[in-house]
C-alpha cells in the first residue's frame, strides 16, 4: 500500500510539473534511490566463485536471466575467499546495508538468520541449506526464502546412466565436502547403480578409496571419494587419477571447481564423467571428442529468478522449502547434442525417473532415514 501510494504521488507531481511546463523528477523508491536504478543484488559464494561452471555459475545465471528482464537491475559478485562457516556469514554482514537482496550460495552461509531478522528490509535467497539460529537449529525467517533440493534424485539418474553405460563394470562419485547436498549426490548415484544392477540388467560397482571416505556434518562415516574442498583441481585430478587406476571409466562428479581436476584426469587417460548441478556438456570438450556423457541437473537458476521476480513485484515469501522432481527442480540432461547416452539408457532413466516424480521410488538421502545399501527401488 505504501508504494502505491508512493507512485500515485509520484504521478500528480509529475503531471503538476508539466502543466507547469517544467520537467517532472525521476520518480523514487521508499528508500529514496531513483526507481529506475532497479533492484541492488549481491551474490555471495564460496572460493571457487561465481565462475565455477557448475553450482555458484548456475546461481549467479539466475541472477543475470533477471537483469536481462529488469532495466536498471544490478548484481555484485562477492566472493568469499577461505569457505569458512563464520567467515562466509561475516561477509554478508559486511554487505547487507548496501543491498535490497542477498543471494547466499551454499550450506555455510546457514547462520545469516540473524542478520537477516536484523535487517528486514533486505530480502535473502538462501540455496542448498536452510537458516539456523545462533544455536544451530533450523528457523524459518519472513525475509529468507530457503531453499535445498532432493539431489539424490538427479544422483539416481546419473547412476543408473554410469551403470548401464560402463565397459569396465567399475564408476565411481566424486565429491567436495560431505554437506548434506553433497552426501545426496552420492548416495543417489548409489542407489541408482543398484537399482540398474536389480532392475535394468547391469552389473557395476561403486568403487570408493578409503583414504578419501567423507565425515558429514554429524560426523559419521559416509564414504565415498571426497576431495575436501570446493576449489581443489589438484586434489581432484589426483582423486581422478587414482579411481582411474582401479579400473573406472565413468565418474559422476559432484565436486564444484575441483571437479575440473577430475575432468583433466578423464581426459588424459580418455574415460568419461556425469557433470553435476548444470550441463557440463561444453566442459568436456577434449579434442574431437568428449568426455561428458550426460548431467545430473539442480535447477537452481530457475529458482532464483522466481524469486528475485517475486521480490521486484511485492509477492516475496520467506519460508524453507525442500525441492525436487515434483516441482520440475531436478533431473538429467537428455538434450539432441548434450549427451552421449544410448537410446535405450535414456529410455530407462526416464522411466525410472517418472517413479521418482510420482514418489514410487525414493532414493537415500542424508538425512531422509534410507540407506543406498537398503535401497531396493520397486
Known sequence: MKKLMALLLAGAMALSMVACGGSAPAPESEGG????EGLKIAIVSSPSGVDDGSFNENNYNGILAFIDAHEGATVTPVREETGDVAAAVQAVADIVADYDAIVCCGFQFAGIATIAQENPEVSFILVDSYPSDETGAEVAVDNIYAM????????????IAAALETKTGKVAVVNGIAFPSNVNYQYGFECGVNYANKHLGASA???ELASYAGTDVTGANVGGNYVGNFSDEATGKVVGEALIGEGVDIMFVAAGASGNGVFTAAKEAGVYCIGCDVDQFDDGVNGDTNIILTSGLKIMDKNVTAQLN???????VGGNYLLGADTDSTGFVFADG???????TVAAIEAA??????GEIVPAANFNGLTPEAFTGL
Open 205 to 207: 560397482e561403486v568403487v
Open 353 to 358: 525417473f517418472a517413479l521418482v516424480k510420482s
Open 148 to 159: 535445498t533440493f532432493k539431489e539424490q534424485e538427479s544422483g539416481f539418474c546419473a547412476g
Open 310 to 316: 517475486a521480490i521486484n513485484d511485492g509477492t516475496f
Open 338 to 344: 548434450r549427451h552421449q547416452l544410448s537410446a535405450e
Open 33 to 36: 534511490e531513483a526507481a529506475a
